[in-house]
């Protein structure tokens, strides 16, 4: 009996270790922002994307890695969106995707507020620095699961990975959004909600 209370008061001090959360891709979808010919912001999205994210809030530490589909761009549009993936600008038959893995996190007390991690794109990987706003954990109310989210932003050039189609008409820097949520890995729900 000793041995067992023993055991009961030693799991109440052993530290919390990172837990492992699986992005959602049905409501992680990533939009970037351009400005066409200096009159107006155009935006695209790719609708296909996997991940996992590691977070260990009490140590200060995490991990993401993350995947686009380069064949989902959605320009809302059949024609823009096969341009888009053509030679000029994606390619997406040579680089079917873009990754990013992070180095690690910033934190202000137990929240990440940003991360430093590579991009790759069209074969060439680049330092980003991520900026994690309004990032938050709980349940989700339609499936009792838990659920981390944040909304992710940076800006890149594209012709630091070799992009360079219509510069500067088409601008070089690029705006990009990520709305993130992701559910624990151990309770990913079969149905995601909507």
Same mark, same amino acid.
């Given at each position: 009996?000793?041995?067992?209370?023993?055991?009961?008061?030693?799991?109440?001090?052993?530290?919390?270790?990172?837990?492992?959360?699986?992005?959602?891709?049905?409501?992680?979808?990533?939009?970037?922002?351009?400005?066409?010919?200096?009159?107006?912001?155009?935006?695209?999205?790719?609708?296909?994307?996997?991940?996992?994210?590691?977070?260990?809030?009490?140590?200060?530490?995490?991990?993401?890695?993350?995947?686009?589909?380069?064949?989902?761009?959605?320009?809302?549009?059949?024609?823009?969106?096969?341009?888009?993936?053509?030679?000029?600008?994606?390619?997406?038959?040579?680089?079917?995707?873009?990754?990013?893995?992070?180095?690690?996190? +910033?934190?202000?007390?137990?929240?990440?507020?940003?991360?430093?991690? &590579?991009?790759? !794109?069209? #074969?060439? $990987?680049?330092? @980003? =620095?991520?900026?994690?706003?309004?990032?938050?954990?709980?349940?989700?109310?339609?499936?009792?699961?838990?659920?981390?989210?944040?909304? +992710?932003?940076?800006?890149?050039?594209?012709?630091?990975?070799?992009? &360079?189609?219509? !510069?500067? #008409?088409? $601008?070089?820097? @690029? =705006?990009?959004?990520?709305?993130?949520?992701?559910?624990?890995?151990?309770?990913?729900?079969?149905?995601?909600?909507?």
């Amino acid at each position: 009996m000793k041995r067992i209370l023993g055991l009961l008061c030693l799991s109440i001090f052993v530290p919390v270790h990172a837990e492992t959360f699986i992005i959602d891709a049905k409501h992680t979808l990533p939009i970037f922002e351009i400005n066409h010919l200096g009159l107006s912001t155009q935006r695209g999205r790719f609708n296909e994307t996997q991940g996992t994210i590691e977070l260990d809030q009490k140590a200060k530490k995490g991990q993401v890695k993350f995947k686009i589909v380069t064949n989902s761009i959605d320009m809302g549009q059949p024609e823009w969106d096969a341009h888009m993936k053509s030679p000029d600008f994606f390619n997406t038959s040579q680089y079917p995707e873009v990754t990013f893995e992070s180095t690690h996190f +910033i934190f202000e007390g137990e929240v990440p507020v940003a991360a430093e991690g &590579t991009l790759s !794109l069209l #074969g060439k $990987s680049r330092p @980003v =620095h991520l900026s994690i706003q309004g990032f938050t954990c709980g349940e989700n109310p339609i499936v009792k699961k838990p659920v981390c989210a944040a909304n +992710i932003e940076t800006q890149i050039k594209r012709s630091d990975y070799g992009m &360079t189609k219509y !510069l500067p #008409g088409i $601008s070089d820097e @690029v =705006h990009i959004l990520v709305p993130v949520e992701a559910f624990r890995q151990d309770v990913i729900p079969q149905t995601a909600p909507e």
